[in-house]
């Protein structure tokens, strides 16, 4: 669900739907930060260092996909 969620914000910056997906997004960030999602975030199959936390995993994927989405930001 992030990976469509977040294809959407970063590929259609437009349309109707912005604001209601914009609002879920922030939902979902919200839980994740505030620790109520228990539940790995990443694939199974995904090496993911020893200690990382949902809250990490988010952060660092939201990073990425903005540099993809937006070559001229820098990190």
Same mark, same amino acid.
């Given at each position: %669900? !992030?990976?469509?969620?977040? =294809? /959407?914000? /970063?590929?259609? %910056?437009?349309? #109707?739907? /912005? &604001? *209601? ?6 939902h %979902? /960030?919200? *839980?994740?930060? $505030? ?5 790995? *975030?990443? $694939?199974?199959? #995904? $090496?993911?260092?020893?200690? &990382? #936390?949902?809250? #990490?995993?988010?952060?660092?994927? !939201? +990073? =990425? &996909?903005c540099?993809? +989405?937006?070559?001229q !930001?820098? &990190?």
């Amino acid at each position: %669900m !992030l990976e469509h969620a977040g =294809t /959407f914000a /970063f590929c259609a %910056m437009r349309g #109707t739907a /912005f &604001k *209601l997906h914009a609002q879920v997004l922030a939902h %979902m /960030f919200n *839980l994740v930060e $505030s620790g109520q999602v228990q539940a790995p *975030l990443w $694939s199974p199959a #995904t $090496s993911v260092p020893a200690g &990382k #936390t949902n809250q #990490t995993y988010l952060r660092e994927y !939201l +990073a =990425t &996909k903005c540099r993809a +989405a937006f070559p001229q !930001l820098n &990190k």
